[in-house]
Each structure stands twice: as structure tokens, then as C-alpha cells.
Nanobody, 119 residues
């Protein structure tokens, strides 16, 4: 049974930082591309960033480049999202997701962790 468990969300002031973590189990972690998505209230869920098994192919949503950093630790079966210079518009539920490299859509999802950026 595949499980993705996110942690690290919370309330932060504008300009602050948060680091999200996602612990994966029940899958061969190194065969999966890992991604972070977010869904703001009333909006669609969007891909924030993704990383391949070796960490040398990384995608970022254009508007987030330079502020967010995705990384993974294959020894721990974990993926992280470092978020800096947070803005109110970054407020959303953040989801960890996984997909095999040969599959188009993400097929495993975490339960989400809420991030609120507010003063």
C-alpha cells in the first residue's frame, strides 16, 4: 500500500520560509518522479515542482523559480519543498504526488498540508 505523508505546513508571515516534507512508503522510491502540487481556494490544483529519481531533472512552475526548491533523499524515501520569500498568494494546500517515470499522470497522492501566508 503506497502512502505519501506530508508535513511542515502552517501559518507564516509574508517573506518567511517553510520547508515541506513528504515521506513515501510502499513503493520503490527511486523509480518514481516526485512532485509537489498546490491548490488554492476556488482554484485548480497546479504543479509546483517535480524531481526525477536522481535529482538531476527538476521542473519548477515559472512563477516560482528562485523562491522554491525541490529536493529528495532516496535513502530516506523523502522529498522536500523549501519555500522562501513566501507571499500571500502562495496560500494553498500543498500535495505531494508520485508517478512512475513512464506514466503521464501522477497516480499517488498525499493528503495535503495547508500553508497560510498572512500577517
Amino acid at each position: 500500500q503506497v502512502q505519501l505523508v506530508e508535513s511542515g505546513g502552517g501559518l507564516v508571515q509574508p517573506g518567511g520560509s517553510l520547508r515541506l516534507s513528504c515521506a513515501a512508503s510502499g513503493l520503490t522510491f527511486t523509480t518514481y518522479i516526485m512532485g509537489w502540487f498546490r491548490q488554492a481556494p476556488g482554484k485548480e490544483r497546479d504543479l509546483v515542482a517535480s524531481v526525477n529519481w536522481s535529482g538531476d531533472r527538476i521542473y519548477y512552475r515559472d512563477s516560482l523559480k528562485g523562491r522554491f526548491t525541490i529536493s529528495r533523499d532516496n535513502a530516506k524515501n523523502e522529498v522536500y519543498l523549501q519555500m522562501n520569500s513566501l507571499k500571500p498568494e502562495d496560500t494553498a494546500v500543498y500535495y505531494c504526488a508520485a508517478k512512475p517515470a513512464w506514466v503521464f499522470e501522477y497516480n499517488y497522492w498525499g493528503q495535503g498540508t495547508p500553508v497560510t501566508v498572512s500577517s
